[in-house]
């Protein structure tokens, strides 16, 4: 009896080796293709100048002074927002919002309300400047993959061999 199961047992590995190599199998392949992909992105800018100055005779204000120029091919509206501060704690804050075409400079002038008289401005006082410009939507082809799979079925020789 035991023969027999070894010979049954012998039987069935020579058919599986003969018919391993034959057993169809799918092909897949990483595939890269095109896609376009948008983003948002700012407005390209040059901040030409920019300084600050105390106004007014009766009254102790500074004025913040830049003047922007909008280096992109696209216009818009550019916000510059300003923090005046003593020390470190912000007194006040103001800001300005202006439509620049593209190749075009706008000056813009922001003053503080409400700052204490003082003799030694320069040092009591700092100005701390943030540009804000518009933004446009621009589109950018990047290569990614994709998993394609074969519709023609190889055996498992030509598949280890690479005779697809």
């Known amino acids: 009896m035991a023969s027999i199961i070894k010979a049954i047992g012998g039987v069935i590995t020579v058919i599986f080796l003969v018919l391993l ?3 169809p199998v799918q092909v897949s392949t990483e595939v890269p293709y095109q896609d376009e992909v948008q983003s948002e992105v700012p407005l390209l800018y040059d901040l030409v100048s920019h300084s600050y100055t105390f106004v007014g005779i009766l009254d102790w204000e500074l ?3 830049c003047t ?5 091919t696209e216009s818009g509206t550019f916000t510059v927002s300003v923090q005046f501060k003593e020390g470190n704690v912000v007194v006040d804050t ?3 919002r202006k439509y620049i075409g593209s190749g075009e400079s706008e000056t813009f002038e922001i003053q503080s309300s409400g700052l204490s008289f003082s003799t030694d401005w320069a040092s009591r006082y700092s100005v701390v400047p943030s540009f ?8 950018n082809l990047v290569t990614k993959y994709r998993t394609e ?3 023609k079925s190889v055996n498992l020789l ?3 061999f690479g005779n697809q």
């Open 149 to 151: 799979h074969s519709t």
């Open 21 to 23: 190599p034959i057993i």
């Open 132 to 139: 804000t410009p518009s933004t446009k939507i621009v589109s």
């Open 94 to 96: 103001a800001s300005d």
């Open 68 to 72: 922007l120029e909008n280096v992109d």
């Open 158 to 160: 030509q598949y280890i």
């Open 63 to 65: 004025k913040y002074e």
